[in-house]
T-cell receptor, first 113, second 116 residues
């Protein structure tokens, strides 16, 4: 059972425009959410996170929005740049449990020139 | 560079064989996690160790085992290998944690295992 779902395997966006990556989760006990970015031949790297007590967190060009009632979060990248082309993983974890972070299958983002 | 070192980068072996993947966590990190990434799957959590002790198990097969040594490096042992075990295996480490939230995992660059 996929507890964290990224339903779009890939997304293409024009350079300079906004990229919106979506993620849904099924377990309402999740209380912390993360986005990781992965380039080919490299491990995933942490991008941005959000606690369930917030509905928005911003870091430069990256903003994550959380809608708890819909069990949905999204990552906005504005403006999109060529270096943003990568696979983006959504992940979730539980309060006071350090045993695992559960990842989605990832969305491959292509930034078009 | 994440500071997490995985060896080897690539491994090609035959069905039925046994291999060992090695991971050195970031300096100071006590927790080590193993994840598997197959072709159309996300990052599947396998197992976590904290300061030498197994902390949590995920979707790890009985043919697979792991351990964390006193120097905190970890090894993932995969035995009786099958074609379906071909995947990218990632190790990650995090800052020392008792029962708090993981805020970040730092990943190695992975070991690509090909079972022929």
């Amino acid at each position: 059972d996929q507890q964290v779902k990224q339903n779009s395997p890939s997304l293409s966006v024009q350079e300079g425009r906004i990229s919106i990556l979506n993620c849904d989760y099924t377990n309402s006990m999740f209380d912390y959410f993360l986005w990781y970015k992965k380039y080919p031949a490299e491990g995933p790297t942490f991008l941005i996170s959000i606690s369930s007590i917030k509905d928005k967190n911003e870091d430069g060009r990256f903003t994550v929005f959380l809608n708890k009632s819909a069990k949905h979060l999204s990552l906005h990248i504005v403006p999109s740049q060529p270096g943003d082309s990568a696979v983006y993983f959504c992940a979730a974890s539980f309060m006071n449990r350090d045993d695992k972070i559960i990842f989605g299958k990832g969305t491959r983002l292509h930034i078009l020139p | 560079d994440s500071g997490v070192t995985q060896t080897p980068k690539h491994l090609i072996t035959a069905t039925g064989q046994r291999v060992t993947l090695r991971c050195s966590p970031r300096s100071g990190d006590l927790s080590v996690y193993w994840y598997q990434q197959s072709l159309d799957q996300g990052l599947q959590f396998l197992i976590q160790y904290y300061n030498g002790e197994e902390r949590a198990k995920g979707n790890i097969l009985e043919r697979f085992s792991a351990q964390q040594f006193p120097d905190l490096h970890s090894e993932l042992n995969l035995s009786s290998l099958e074609l379906g075990d071909s995947a990218l295996y990632f190790c990650a480490s995090s800052v020392a944690s008792r029962r708090g939230r993981i805020e970040k995992l730092f990943f190695g660059s992975g070991t690509q295992l090909s079972v022929l």
